[in-house]
């Protein structure tokens, strides 16, 4: 393959199909030729050069792209995505993956006959406070990795702008599934191999069908636990963090606004010493154009890596495979069964683009 951008065909120009091609305008590495909506004026309303299509026979047969873009409901992602596969093309697909772990195994199963890549969405790996976890806990800064606190929330029904979006058909489940399933992949990103999942969620802010409130704890093969908490009844808006302690230290990184602090410590008894980042010059961008500008860059970075393994090239990747797309469904759908037996459950072992 040459180095001309990988050409992406946008499925879905809706909220988050719209910044998505603010970043592919930016791109180095990836460019938005052709856009598809049901909605034919969300098409039209979409930046850039991109043709529109409102029919999915057209846009699949136009030969304008390489790969393709899902940011539809997630019920119709595992559609979708199997007939990209089928005709050839690469996909990324948004968060979650699918609306069961059913359709993301068939997802995996397909990019596996086609031979084509298969990513999820999973931008917050790209946040630079995730960044600097990451590091902290890889090059030994806070020694051995013991424990991991994480929370997610938003203020739940006031945030979403359509029905579907706390439909259990269409999602799945509730802020597990919504906001929760970027922190539950960091988890299992930042821990490796899960093994058990211990889940107790709640439905009665919302009386909903699906919870407004879950609370986890995962361990992985090591004794590593992760203390988890997502929620849809976060007043103060939305944020998430993420805190990972070792046995000489911790890492952490908050946002919003973005900031990061590692607290280190030589020997019992010695002094701490902590390093704090606050990324004034992200949170000044955030405060003149919004929270996009940031979602834009994780974006960006996400399709370098996308591209590079679209190419052939070796990584190590930091964007989420299939792989990883199905584990973060699967944590979710073991809590849900935690919840109901009242039993911390193992996980099956899920291999590699298996
Ligand atoms: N990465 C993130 O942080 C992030 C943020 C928000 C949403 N999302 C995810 O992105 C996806 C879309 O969410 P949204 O908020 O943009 O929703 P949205 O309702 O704003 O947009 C969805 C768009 O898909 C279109 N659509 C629906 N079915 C279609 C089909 N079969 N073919 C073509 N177009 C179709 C709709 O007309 C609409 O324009 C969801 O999976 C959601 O969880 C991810």
């Given at each position: 393959m040459n180095n001309e951008p990988l050409r992406f065909g946008l499925i879905g120009a809706g909220g988050i199909g719209a910044v998505r091609a603010r970043a592919l305008e930016k791109s180095p590495d990836c460019t938005l030729t052709a856009a598809l909506d049901i909605d034919p004026e969300r098409v039209a309303g979409l930046a850039g050069t991109a043709r529109g299509f409102d029919s999915q026979q057209d846009f699949f047969e136009s030969g304008l792209f390489d790969a393709v873009l899902i940011c539809t409901p997630p019920d119709t992602h595992r559609e979708l995505a199997l007939e990209a596969l089928q005709r050839g093309l690469h996909v990324l697909v948004e968060k979650?993956?699918?609306?069961?772990?059913?359709?993301?195994?068939?997802?995996?199963?397909?990019?596996?006959?086609?031979?084509?890549?298969?990513?999820?969405?999973?931008?917050?790996?790209?946040?630079?406070?995730?960044?600097?976890?990451?590091?902290?806990?890889?090059?030994?800064?806070?020694?051995?990795?013991?424990?991991?606190?994480?929370?997610?929330?938003?203020?739940?029904?006031?945030?979403?702008?359509?029905?579907?979006?706390?439909?259990?058909?269409?999602?799945?489940?509730?802020?597990?599934?919504?906001?929760?399933?970027?922190?539950?992949?960091?988890?299992?990103?930042?821990?490796?191999?899960?093994?058990?999942?211990?889940?107790?969620?709640?439905?009665?802010?919302?009386?909903?069908?699906?919870?407004?409130?879950?609370?986890?704890?995962?361990?992985?093969?090591?004794?590593?636990?992760?203390?988890?908490?997502?929620?849809?009844?976060?007043?103060?808006?939305?944020?998430?963090?993420?805190?990972?302690?070792?046995?000489?230290?911790?890492?952490?990184?908050?946002?919003?606004?973005?900031?990061?602090?590692?607290?280190?410590?030589?020997?019992?008894?010695?002094?701490?010493?902590?390093?704090?980042?606050?990324?004034p010059l992200d949170i000044f961008r955030e405060k003149l154009f919004g929270w996009q500008v940031t979602v834009v860059e994780t974006f960006i970075h996400e399709f370098r890596d996308f591209a590079a393994r679209v190419r052939g090239q070796k990584g190590p990747f930091t964007a989420a495979s299939g792989t990883d797309g199905l584990k973060a469904c699967l944590v979710a759908n073991t809590a849900y069964e935690s919840s109901e037996s009242g039993q911390a459950i193992r996980l099956p072992i899920v291999e590699d683009n298996a």
């Open positions: 979650p993956m699918a609306e069961s772990v059913a359709a993301c195994r068939e997802m995996i199963a397909a990019a596996r006959d086609a031979d084509r890549i298969l990513a999820v969405g999973f931008n917050h790996r790209f946040f630079k406070g995730v960044e600097v976890v990451r590091r902290a806990i890889h090059d030994g800064t806070i020694g051995k990795l013991s424990w991991i606190r994480a929370f997610t929330g938003h203020t739940g029904l006031s945030e979403f702008k359509a029905p579907w979006m706390y439909d259990k058909k269409v999602m799945g489940g509730g802020t597990l599934m919504d906001n929760g399933v970027h922190l539950l992949d960091l988890a299992c990103h930042l821990m490796s191999e899960i093994e058990s999942v211990n889940g107790y969620v709640r439905h009665d802010f919302w009386n909903l069908e699906v919870e407004d409130n879950a609370f986890l704890h995962i361990t992985n093969s090591e004794g590593v636990v992760c203390d988890f908490h997502s929620s849809w009844t976060e007043w103060k808006g939305y944020r998430f963090f993420v805190e990972a302690y070792g046995d000489r230290g911790m890492a952490g990184m908050y946002y919003a606004p973005m900031r990061t602090r590692i607290t280190t410590v030589d020997d019992k008894g010695t002094p701490v010493h902590t390093q704090r980042n606050f990324f």
